[in-house]
């Protein structure tokens, strides 16, 4: 699971994108729950694929999983799951994830 740091951090770029309103740090860490719930799965909440064709996303730059998640969405990178995936998600979204995953150790 995450740490509360990462979780509050994460929080904070969500309140700082506008996705949340300000004083709502309880809440944000519910709406990034929902969205690292949507990763885990394949991803992890930890980061760490859970099959050996899966990547892991703990600790990777955050701007190389940005270009890749912009790729998936589109289209330019091919993968079915992920392109479905990250054309339901805002850019806010994808940043808020993308500042998650990338501050998790790897």
């Excluded at 309140?15 to 740090?25: E, F, I, R, S």
């Excluded at 996303?57 to 091919?78: E, V």
């Amino acid at each position: 699971m995450a740490s509360v740091r990462t979780m509050g951090s994460a929080a904070a770029l969500l309140m700082g994108l506008g996705v949340l309103p300000a004083g709502a740090q309880e809440k944000s860490s519910t709406a990034l729950d929902v969205l690292i719930q949507q990763c885990a799965p394949c991803h992890g909440v930890d980061g760490i694929g859970h099959d050996t064709e899966i990547p892991n996303l703990a600790g990777q730059h955050d701007r190389y999983l940005w270009l890749q998640m912009m790729a998936f969405r589109r289209g330019t990178r091919r993968h079915q799951e992920m392109r479905y995936m990250s054309r339901s998600l805002s850019e806010d979204e994808i940043a808020a994830l993308v500042q998650y995953y990338s501050s998790l150790p790897r």
